[in-house]
């Protein structure tokens, strides 16, 4: 953690804790996240929501010298349709910045109606979000793609799966959150519970609460703009369309067991946690599909452990004579890089011993990966292989078996290099017509989810 910021998480936590009303908001490079510098004086805060609740946050961001107030968004541009008939919006709001006292740190805001305008700008670090409460994980998910950080008003989240879906945003980009409860962090209420805890007043018999909306929150929970899109191990409409499946729904392993066993029994080291296959311990053995597959297209997102190895094998077969998988079928390498440093065959996205990957393109240990591998057919009889990780393509080979193809002499290369070996790799290497899917128990924690295939025919082209 970087320490010459002059906003530390310690103090930024005591401050929240201790103020009644007022959001606060450190950007993840003030901590030193992404390798990024450390700011030297303020966040570049963008407010999206300027009501009621949202002006409020507005003006006390204003008051705070850390905080410089760069584009503001509201889809009111000004009117009288707020509690108290107040004059609230995207116009008023811009007075309030310009008219501020310390308005030469936040001269020329940028305004607009369209929140995404916010989350492109470079010039935003943070973003306040309060909107009505059924945007909130729409705009918390997007912000924190955008790599923005993010302050947002209560309540988080009208679904248990939206909340869901906002947690995973915030690990999966490795963002700073924080939710305005300051019904829970003020000072005066802080004080009132610990009156009640330790009996300085008398039983409480009633509890009344005011403004409390309920239809009208059932009514926002059905409108379209929840975040169900980004909710694990379902299908797209246009993925359901081009033939894709789920291997993998999010409560049954069904479509998985153990390599070389006799039984569709898995290993309790394997586990559905939070709607993903995690191997929560080593001796859960490598899993399967029970399915074999020739060409396809998968594609998954993985989460690995500090330390972590791993992989996914492809058109793996059963032989009684060889019980290590990775010496008959070709593995697509999981590993954490960032802190376990290896050369470019064995890091995250290499093609194991074969083909190498560029440093550093997978998330770091805790967030999720996209992956897609592709093997297609190609020309006379031969494969064609495609790797991605993340937004960054891996491998390209055409796996052409004859003699002098330009695979068979990456086989040969590679075993003059581990002659004598068990890395050595036989003849039998990558033979199979059809094969299972694997995922590789290597001893470290390691998680699946939205594990989707597409069988491809011999007439089709990617």
Known sequence: MSQSSGVTRRTFLTAAVGVAASPYVIPASALGADGRPAPSDRVALGCIGLGGRGGTDLKSFLADDRVGVTALCDVDTGSRRYHGNKEKGLTRAKQWVEGHKAAGKNRGVYTTQDFREVLARDDVDAVCIATPDHWHAAMVTAAAKADKDIYCEKPVSLTVADGRAMVRAVRRYGRVFQCGSQRRSSETVRRVCELVRNGRMSDMKT??????????????????????????????????????????????????????????????????????????????RDLITKERFRHFDLRLQYTIAEGGNSGILLRVVEDPGEKLSWRLAPEFQLFDSYNVKVRGQRSAGALYGLVAAPQNIAGKPGQWNDVRILLEPAADNADRLRCCLGDTQTVDLVVDRSPQSEWSKLIKRHNQEKSGTKYELPPAFFQAETGHILLQDHGARVAFRNIRIRKLNATESE
């Open 207 to 284: 509890v009344a609460a005011s403004r409390l909306c309920i239809c009208v929150a059932l009514f926002l929970a059905a409108l379209p703009c929840r975040v169900f899109a980004d909710s694990p191990n379902q299908l797209s409409r246009q993925e359901k369309a081009e033939g894709f499946k789920l291997l993998f729904d999010g409560k049954s392993m069904g479509q998985w067991r153990n390599y070389r066993s006799d039984t569709d029994t898995i290993r309790p080291q394997w586990q559905i946690v939070d709607e993903a296959m995690v191997l929560t311990a080593k001796g859960g």
